[in-house]
């Protein structure tokens, strides 16, 4: 069973919709930058009654829980206060930390839709020179998660699922710009900083299924999807 409608339930939706043992809920805050309240207090309302009936749920958090930077904001303590509730709702759990899920959708905060829309049109923006992100495919994801899930790996479970580097947002925006065939246009400031994410599971896994991050990764995966 599929709960949401966004990316990820999307991508989840052809291995998982059927499947009347795991509840994947794929229906939270959108945008990491989100101060709302009503937001995140939609997210825990859905949560707590879909807790009331799955079986096994799969929930997703994010890898801005070990971000030094980011941790004391609204996004990162509610998604670690949902930690908590799905922790103490006693069903067997599996909780996913994600950094950027890359695939088709029209969410504008994601920061790969953010770039590819400023630079296309050539609109000016602020570039933070040390700032790193992590991409993954999302259908990578659904790869890994859906093994795990097969192999019975992921009760009571809190893992990252993540690629197994990091590059500088400078790098995404040059790929970009070889992609499309123009020249961003950007102030360039000095800031930004990075932070280390475990994905030994990950790397794992995608060894035992023949997933590939290689050198190529981030090439391949904005050639995929804005290609």
Same mark, same amino acid.
């Given at each position: 069973?599929?709960?949401? !409608?966004?990316?990820?339930?999307?991508?989840?939706?052809?291995?998982?919709?059927s499947d009347r043992a795991?509840?994947?809920?794929?229906?939270?805050?959108? !945008?990491?930058?989100?101060?709302?309240?009503?937001?995140?207090?939609?997210?825990?309302?859905?949560?707590?009654?879909t807790l009331q009936a799955?079986?096994?749920?799969?929930?997703?958090?994010?890898?801005?829980?070990?971000?030094?930077?980011?941790?004391?904001?609204?996004?990162?303590?509610?998604?670690?206060?949902?930690?908590?509730?799905?922790?103490?709702?006693?069903?067997?759990? =599996?909780?996913?930390?994600?950094?950027?899920?890359?695939?088709?959708?029209? !969410?504008?905060?994601?920061?790969?839709?953010?770039?590819?829309?400023?630079?296309?049109?050539?609109?000016?923006?602020?570039?933070?020179?040390?700032?790193?992100?992590?991409?993954?495919?999302?259908?990578?994801?659904?790869?890994?998660?859906?093994?795990?899930? #097969?192999?019975?790996?992921?009760?009571?479970?809190?893992? !990252?699922?993540?690629?197994?580097?990091?590059?500088?947002?400078?790098?995404?925006?040059?790929?970009?710009?070889?992609?499309?065939?123009?020249? =961003?246009?950007?102030?360039?400031?000095?800031?930004?900083?990075?932070?280390?994410? #475990?994905?030994?599971?990950?790397?794992?896994?995608?060894?035992?299924?023949?997933?590939?991050?290689?050198?190529?990764?981030?090439?391949?995966?904005?050639?995929?999807?804005?290609?």
């Amino acid at each position: 069973m599929i709960v949401g !409608n966004g990316l990820l339930a999307t991508a989840f939706a052809p291995r998982f919709a059927s499947d009347r043992a795991l509840t994947v809920f794929a229906s939270g805050v959108a !945008n990491s930058r989100e101060t709302r309240r009503a937001e995140f207090e939609r997210e825990r309302d859905l949560l707590q009654h879909t807790l009331q009936a799955a079986p096994v749920l799969v929930y997703f958090s994010t890898c801005s829980v070990h971000d030094p930077e980011l941790s004391q904001s609204p996004y990162v303590q509610h998604k670690l206060a949902m930690e908590q509730l799905i922790h103490g709702a006693g069903l067997q759990h =599996a909780i996913v930390r994600l950094p950027q899920a890359v695939g088709l959708s029209a !969410n504008p905060h994601t920061l790969t839709n953010y770039l590819y829309r400023q630079i296309s049109a050539g609109e000016r923006f602020q570039l933070w020179l040390q700032a790193r992100r992590n991409l993954i495919d999302v259908t990578d994801v659904v790869a890994i998660v859906a093994h795990l899930v #097969d192999a019975r790996q992921i009760a009571g479970a809190s893992l !990252n699922v993540a690629c197994p580097f990091s590059v500088l947002v400078l790098d995404i925006v040059r790929a970009f710009e070889a992609l499309l065939g123009v020249s =961003a246009v950007f102030d360039p400031v000095t800031a930004g900083a990075d932070y280390p994410i #475990d994905t030994t599971i990950t790397q794992a896994t995608a060894a035992h299924i023949g997933l590939v991050f290689d050198d190529h990764y981030l090439d391949k995966l904005l050639r995929k999807y804005y290609g």
